[in-house]
Nanobody
């Protein structure tokens, strides 16, 4: 089973940018980022196909985030710009069951432990 380790979380101010990284211990198919705020369900943030040619984003992203990956390095990133307090959550890296993106929790079978992102003034 592939191990996933997130990094890059932290405390930022509204309007700031933050980059998250996910290191995988082996080959993965599609990959994605999810987030979970206190008292809320874990929701899809962004996904990327195995090839990297296809990406999808949650509706709330509205062009602020960019997902990318490098299969040679077994790495995935999420660049987040124009952060808002509503973006505060634990962000999880996930590896999908298929090469293509399915923006649902059930389509992912490996999860990292998460990294906290807090947006506050």
């Amino acid at each position: 089973q592939v191990q996933l380790v997130e990094s890059g979380g932290g405390l930022v101010r509204p309007g700031d940018s933050l980059g998250l990284s996910c290191a995988a211990s082996g080959v993965t198919l599609s990959m994605g980022w999810f987030r979970q705020a206190p008292g809320k369900e874990r929701t899809f943030v962004a996904g990327i196909s195995w090839s990297g040619r296809t990406t999808r984003y949650g509706d709330f992203v509205m062009g602020r985030f960019t997902i990318s990956r490098d299969n040679d390095k077994n790495m995935m990133w999420l660049q987040m710009n124009s952060l808002k307090p509503d973006d505060t959550a634990v962000y999880y890296c996930a590896a999908g069951k298929d090469v293509n993106i399915v923006p649902d929790n059930s389509a992912f079978n490996n999860w990292g432990r998460g990294t906290q992102v807090t947006v506050a003034s």
